[in-house]
């Protein structure tokens, strides 16, 4: 009967829905279970090694097995940072497939279904990334260990480091007319006004007209978000909404102009709908910014002042003005850019201007669109910049030693696995055994 139950009755193989084709412990993995993981990897333009019905059982597995030492060892991931999480890939979901209506018609579920479905695969992802990082522990590594590694690395193995650049900006932002300040905020009351009478509702409005892409799509919602993720001026408006009825008073942030409304508090999260207006620029204050940053820029060429120091007192980029004007890269937590990534992270028009520069060159002034999604207008140093080359202890210590750690890691995780698989219960369905598995321990002779 527990055999019928899961599907696997001999006289009814043809009419089966689900069954259990892997046993790792007492967690049962279902075809079911493969073909999510499958049809999640297709959106995400995933490539497999090799047969994804080989690959995907054997990932869930190893999947099981931190999943079940974290619960002998009692790591816990907390609610929290799970819920976050599992808006965000729901929002994402939902833009792949293109509405919510898709995605249900796409797994065969109903949207509660799909969020419990993506809720268990996040807390088990967290989980089991907490789990590995207490098997790995505190890798310490010295110099010497670093050099011996890559000194016996064959010559074609030796990671090449493309070029790498060092840049430093002085940013204006042009000034916006009372004007049209005047005109965004009048634009978002209106808004209001004819949400309150009942002539439309805010996620059509959102959708229409809010200039944060993000969220407009969805109506300007976003999901369950905790204070801290949201600038000061935003979470003071939305964490003090109590009535999901009742629309904000026009509000400034660092992005423009907003009105937020209240969809449903959870403790010390909030979900919201808002819609952002930027001001328009004109292009007279554009050019004003463009002279005063080229009279600039001919300073500090002349050795009027440095480019240090206008940075410092002129610049009106928050973000570095404390630096000098030296851009930080979010990812290496370096000042250190590879030409891609000053495009992605930071401005494409940016990563233009610095690529046929000289180094100690100061640039002509341009405009750029900057993290905030507004046009401001700049000036750029070149500080450094570090050609294409195999990497070297010398000029490349910490990425290498970040390779021989991340190494080490893999080894010690690989390690773990071979071990647990020795002492944990694993049965795998006759059909699906002829893998060339990654860890050939899961079928004990």
């Not at 004007?179 to 004819?194: G, H, P, S, Y």
């Not at 000061?232 to 409304?261: M, R």
């Not at 508090?265 to 930027?278: A, N």
Request: glycine share 6%.
């Amino acid at each position: 009967m527990l055999l019928c139950a899961f599907g696997l009755c001999a006289g009814a193989q043809d009419n089966v829905i689900d069954e259990v084709v892997w046993v790792v412990g007492d967690e049962a993995i279902l075809k079911s279970d493969v073909e999510n993981e499958r049809l999640n990897a297709q959106y995400e333009n995933r490539r497999f090694s090799g047969d994804p019905y080989c690959v995907i059982p054997e990932e869930l597995a190893v999947q099981k097995l931190f999943l079940h030492q974290a619960e002998l060892d009692s790591v816990i991931v907390g609610d929290q940072e799970v819920l976050q999480q599992v808006e965000t890939r729901l929002s994402w979901l939902q833009d792949q497939i293109g509405s919510r209506e898709k995605m249900e018609e796409y797994y065969n579920m109903t949207y509660t279904q799909i969020r419990e479905m993506v809720r268990d695969n996040v807390r088990d992802g967290e989980t089991v990334r907490s789990m590995q990082r207490k098997i790995i522990g505190d890798i310490k590594l010295t110099p010497a260990e670093v050099r011996n590694y890559f000194s016996r690395l064959p010559q074609d193995s030796i990671p090449f480091v493309p070029t790498q650049v060092e840049v430093q900006i002085i940013t204006q932002e042009p000034k916006i007319s009372e004007e049209e300040i005047e005109r965004v905020k009048k634009q978002l009351r209106e808004f209001t006004d004819r949400i309150n009478k009942g002539e439309t509702s805010f996620s059509t409005l959102a959708r229409f007209y809010s200039e944060d892409p993000g969220s407009a799509r969805k109506g300007g919602e976003y999901g369950f978000t905790g204070r801290g993720q949201l600038t000061p001026e935003f979470a003071n408006v939305v964490f003090n909404l109590t009535d999901p009825k009742k629309i904000s008073k026009v509000f400034e942030t660092e992005y423009g102009y907003h009105i937020a409304q209240l969809i449903e508090r959870r403790g010390d999260r909030v979900s919201y709908r808002h819609i952002l207006i930027k001001p328009k620029v004109d292009e007279k204050d554009i050019e004003v910014a463009l002279n005063r940053l080229d009279s600039i820029a001919n300073d500090i060429r002349k050795g009027k002042f440095s480019f240090d120091d206008a940075a410092t007192w002129i610049s009106q980029d928050k973000d570095t003005r404390n630096n000098h004007g030296l851009l930080a890269n979010p990812e290496s937590s370096t000042s250190r850019f590879e030409m891609d990534a000053l495009a992605g992270l930071v401005s494409q028009e940016l990563a233009k201007v610095v690529a046929d520069m000289e180094i100690g060159e100061v640039s002509k002034p341009f405009t750029m669109i900057n993290s905030k999604g507004k046009e401001v207008c700049a000036i750029v140093k070149l500080k450094n910049r570090i050609d294409g080359h195999k990497a070297t202890i010398t000029e490349d210590y910490q990425r290498l030693k970040t390779i021989v750690t991340e190494k080490r890691g893999e080894e010690k995780l690989q390690k773990w696995i071979r071990e647990k698989q020795k002492s944990i219960y694993v049965r795998i369905s006759p059909n699906w055994r002829q893998c060339d598995f990654k860890y050939p321990g899961w079928i004990k002779q």
